[in-house]
C-alpha cells in the first residue's frame, strides 16, 4: 500500500487555474466547489452527480479575517473569499472522505458525496425495461484514488490523496 501523509497545502501536484470567489457557507479547503445561480460558491452539493474538478484551497498567500494563515483544516466562513483551482488532469490534491464513508481502495474511482467530499464510485444497473427515466452522467467519476482510505467506523473526516481523472 501506497502511504501518503498530508502536508500544509491542499495541492499535492500539479499546475491548476487557480481563481477567488464568495463562499455561501462554511467550505473547508480540499472539498469539491461549485458555482451557485447567485454567484456564490458552495460545497458540491450533487451526490454521484456531474463533478469538475473544482477544489476549495486554503489561503497560502494572504491571511483570513483575522490576518492568520488557514490551515488546510480550516473552513472558509460564509462571505469569505473563497480560494479555489480548477484542477486538470493528473493534477492531485488532498480530498475529504466523510465519516462513515465505504472503504476506498488505491485506483478506485470517486465521485462527489454531494457534501463537497468524494466517496468511492458504485456501479449502478440500469434496467433498460423498466418504464421510469434515465439520467446519463458525463462527468460523475472526478478522480482516482491514491492512497487506500477505511472510514467506514470514523467519527470524522479524514484525507484521502486523489488525482483527476
Known amino acids: 500500500m501506497t502511504t501518503v501523509t498530508a502536508r500544509s497545502h491542499i495541492l ?7 481563481k477567488e470567489g464568495v463562499a455561501n457557507a462554511a467550505i473547508t479547503p480540499g472539498m469539491l466547489v461549485e458555482q451557485m445561480s447567485t454567484g456564490k460558491f458552495r460545497k458540491h452539493a450533487t451526490a454521484d452527480g456531474n463533478c469538475y474538478a473544482k477544489v476549495a484551497f486554503e489561503t497560502d498567500f494572504y491571511g483570513g479575517g483575522t490576518g492568520a494563515t488557514l490551515a488546510i483544516d480550516q473552513a472558509y466562513a460564509a462571505d469569505d473569499i473563497l480560494l479555489y483551482g480548477i484542477l486538470r488532469p493528473g493534477d492531485e490534491w488532498w480530498a475529504v472522505v466523510a465519516a ?3 472503504a476506498i481502495e488505491i485506483g478506485d474511482p470517486l465521485v462527489s458525496d454531494g457534501a463537497g467530499g468524494v466517496k468511492k464510485f458504485t456501479a449502478t444497473t440500469i434496467d433498460q425495461a423498466g418504464s421510469g427515466s ?4 458525463d462527468h460523475g467519476i472526478v478522480a482516482i484514488a491514491r492512497q487506500a482510505v477505511d472510514n467506514s467506523g470514523g467519527g470524522s473526516a479524514v484525507r484521502i490523496a486523489a488525482e483527476v481523472a
Open 12 to 18: 499535492i501536484l500539479g499546475d491548476p487555474v487557480r
Open 100 to 102: 462513515g464513508a465505504a
Open 134 to 137: 434515465v439520467v446519463l452522467k
